[in-house]
């Protein structure tokens, strides 16, 4: 089993930045892809990023690319999400994930078998 904990939300104003964290626990996390995901009030959850276990491969949703960076830190267990130049459409719930075996990144939800509790991002205009 996997813990994940996101930390590093916040409330912060349109242009500006926030760094989201998500350390795991009870398992090594290095040999597995993981992900960010998002979820804003009346919508559906929506992909932002992923990456690879070595952290060699990435890729990310259009609405975020050039403004996101994913990245991890295997020695420390822990995944973040540089996130700049904010909208206020990037107000949501930020969730981090992790596949469960060996697998290729993924945009999609189903394909993570783990999930944090999640971090409420909100920028104002």
């Known amino acids: 089993q996997v813990q994940l904990v996101e930390s590093g939300g916040g409330l912060v104003q349109a242009g500006g930045s926030l760094k989201l964290s998500c350390a795991a626990s009870g398992r090594t996390i290095s040999t597995y892809a993981m992900g960010w995901f998002r979820q804003a009030p009346g919508k559906e959850r929506e992909f932002v990023s992923t990456?690879?276990?070595?952290?060699?491969?990435?890729n990310y949703a259009d609405s975020v690319k050039g403004r996101f960076t994913i990245s991890r830190d295997n020695a420390r267990n822990t995944l973040y999400l540089q996130m700049n130049s904010l909208k206020p459409e990037d107000t949501a719930i930020y969730y981090c994930a992790s596949r469960s075996a060996l697998r290729s990144i993924s945009d999609s939800a189903a394909a993570y078998n783990y999930w944090g509790q999640g971090t409420q991002v909100t920028v104002s205009s």
């Open positions: 990456i690879s276990g070595s952290g060699g491969v990435t």
